[in-house]
């Protein structure tokens, strides 16, 4: 009896380690999919109008939206997701900047999502 009473909780010990592990690596998924960023930096190093300003701001909140509901899928269709999403923030960014802007923030957008493992 004590012996199936110990191979009980080693085996319920070893159940929660394993599931502690799994939320902590969906949680740390899920943190490299906020693309929140400091939009007075943003602007200052893109050089932007106080129209750019606001626009970029609201294309922004829109991209950062749609990577936190990739994150929320399976790796294949968040990897579609993803792409779909810069995609649009790339087409919407082409618009309003100019191409000097556009240049930089494209290397920007590259190095985050590079630094944060998404690429």
Do not use: C, P, W
Not at 37 to 58: G, H
């Amino acid at each position: 009896m004590k012996k199936i009473v110990l191979t009980i909780v080693a085996l319920m010990s070893m159940t929660m380690t394993f599931a502690e592990n799994e939320s902590a690596a969906n949680l740390n998924t899920t943190e490299a999919y906020n693309m929140t960023v400091n939009m007075r930096q943003l602007a200052r190093a893109l050089n932007l109008s106080n129209d750019q300003v606001e626009s970029v701001a609201e294309v922004h909140k829109t991209f950062s939206a749609e990577m936190m509901f990739a994150a929320q899928y399976g790796k294949d269709e968040r990897a579609k997701m993803m792409d779909k999403a810069i995609n649009k923030d790339l087409a919407y960014m082409n618009y309003i900047l100019n191409k000097d802007q556009y240049r930089k923030y494209l290397r920007l957008l590259n190095v985050t999502l590079v630094n944060r493992g998404l690429k």
